[in-house]
T-cell receptor, first 107, second 119 residues
């Protein structure tokens, strides 16, 4: 699986958009970009995935650069309950989790 | 049940003892995955099952670790002669199938995990 690089931590004010970056410069053609998050003491939760087009669902938006070497997960209106570790993963199937980004949403 | 369940939720054992961790996947999910998460670390993939077979066991950290799945449902992860470095949260996930389907992503649904502490 391709490796990903994410910032260790980020802060966001409640109600603001949280933009979480991810670099995956060695992604191969058949690998998707997945985002999961893990709220403290819970199992990971799927957020969104994409191949090359931007994607949006009820939780978030995923913006993938044209060269596919990086992506950004956008939580449009962050709430306190969005405080979690966010994992960016590139893979065809089996998920390999890195250390992710600890997003802290503050009042 | 509605989701993936794991038992026990917590397990404390002495070094050298064997432990068995159980995972009940979502009904109808053919793929099952085991991960572990050590304190302050990301998730480490251990093994996956397609039905009852495990095509790739290379993620298991040592030969003390083994896993089986019977009836395409329940899976058991066994750790023999436990060591202190085995202390971690062991997470199980299941998905409808392995890999990507033509129409949708095989979202992995995770259980709450088993916290293993080896004294």
């Amino acid at each position: 699986d391709a490796k990903t690089t994410q910032p260790t931590s980020m802060d966001c004010a409640e109600g603001r958009a949280a933009n979480l970056p991810c670099n995956h410069s060695t992604i191969s053609g058949n690998e998707y970009v997945y985002w999961y998050r893990q709220i403290h003491s819970q199992g990971p939760q799927y957020i969104i995935h994409g191949l090359k087009n931007n994607e949006t669902n009820e939780m978030a938006s995923l913006i993938i650069t044209e060269d596919r070497k990086s992506s950004t997960l956008i939580l449009p209106h962050a709430t306190l309950r969005d405080t979690a570790v966010y994992y960016c993963i590139v893979s065809y199937s089996t998920l390999t989790f890195g250390k992710g980004t600890m997003l802290l949403v503050s009042p | 049940g509605a989701g993936v369940s794991q038992s026990p939720s917590n397990k404390v054992t002495e070094k050298g003892k064997d432990v068995e961790l159980r995972c009940d996947p979502i009904s109808g999910h053919t793929a099952l995955y085991w991960y572990r998460q050590s304190l302050g670390q990301g998730l480490e993939f251990l093994i996956y099952f397609q039905g009852n077979s495990a095509p790739d066991k290379s993620g298991l950290p040592s030969d003390r670790f083994s896993a089986e799945r019977t009836g395409g449902s329940v899976s058991t992860l066994t750790i023999q002669r436990t060591q202190q470095e085995d202390s971690a949260v062991y997470l199980c996930a299941s998905s409808l199938a392995y890999g990507l389907l033509s129409t949708s992503y095989n979202e992995q649904f995770f259980g709450p995990g088993t916290r293993l502490t080896v004294l």
